[in-house]
């Protein structure tokens, strides 16, 4: 049985801060695994211009622990209203990595997402003669549309018309949760990828509503079926380019998730490392867990991978806290439900 491993320091491709005091709360338990995440721009009011994007990544440099190394990768909010001159300097300046999808009523702070996807075809052609990748949040919002099919019909209906449409666009699928989503992405080429969250390689829907309502297992995309989950294990262990870590960790107190309308969202940055070093002894296959969480993300982003390392090593159960403390409340640690044996040295 393998005892330590020692793999290129981790990025997070699907990464939530918030800002404010949350910000300041949750930004150390990123910092201390990751050296660099992709910033969701959803705040309120959302990312949507480079000066937007400068101010909120000024924001998380000053909220860095001290000694911390770590890069905010920004990203803006697609409009309607986009404007892609303005787009495309923010991506030549380096200042943005990527833009972000939200179908309009899609999940937390999407109200201003797309609903006429015509009416952005324009800034997707811009981004494909560019190379910005766009990150999609990939579920339809029709009402008639059962929730756990949203993933499956966005793919058919809003996807792949897109990519037919616009040759060249980069895309990241992000946080699939389906078995459609797993063999779309591997089928998809050079120019489509697909993140994985930690916390769906870990649950299906029964964790949610089994035994009673939990609401900390409650996320969008929401956890389908045990078969899909399996879907998402086999891709992430099997070390496939186009599949890697975004954990779409995301913290909401928890008076707002245990409510009658709860959040959605699960938070999972402070054990991800750990949790996926579980899930791959699990699946026999802790040597790709390198290429899931170190590699394959800056390969897609045409980044360099890290040049520190990380080293885990195997022991008795490590010990996480329940919650992180923050000034408008407690918020709750991701619970895989089984003891966690690997620890970051």
Known sequence: MTHS????????????????????????????????????????????????????????LTALPEGATFEPL????????????????????????????????????????????DKVRPVFERMAEIGCPLCVHGEVTD?????????????????????????????????????????????GGPDLAATITTHHLVINRNHILVGGIKPHYYCLPVAKREEHRLALRAAATSGHRAFFLGTDSAPHVDAAKEQACGCAGCFTATNTM?????????????????????????????????????TLTRGAPVDYPAYIATSDGPVTVFDPGYPLHWQVD
């Open 5 to 60: 491993l020692t793999l290129r320091r981790p990025d997070d491709w699907h990464l939530h801060l918030r800002d404010g005091a949350m910000l300041r709360a949750m930004l150390p338990e990123t910092t201390r695994h990751f050296s660099r995440a992709i910033i969701m721009p959803n705040l309120v009011p959302p990312v949507v211009t480079a000066a937007q994007a400068v101010a909120y990544r000024d924001r998380i």
């Open 74 to 117: 920004m990203t803006l909010y697609l409009t309607e209203e986009t404007d892609a001159n303005d787009l495309a300097a923010a991506h030549a300046s380096g200042l943005i990595k990527a833009v972000k999808l939200y179908p309009a009523g899609a999940t937390t702070n999407s109200a201003s997402g797309v609903k006429d996807f």
């Open 143 to 187: 009402a008639n549309v059962d929730i756990f099919d949203r993933e499956a019909v966005f793919i058919d209906r809003v996807l792949d018309p897109v990519r037919r449409a616009t040759p060249g666009l980069r895309v990241v699928m992000e946080h699939i949760t389906t078995a459609q989503g797993v063999d779309y992405a591997r089928a």
């Open 274 to 310: 750990s949790v996926l070093a579980e899930v791959f002894e699990q699946d026999g296959a802790l040597d790709q867990l390198e290429a899931f969480a170190s590699l394959n993300g800056p390969a897609f982003y045409r980044l360099p991978a890290n040049d520190a390392t990380m």
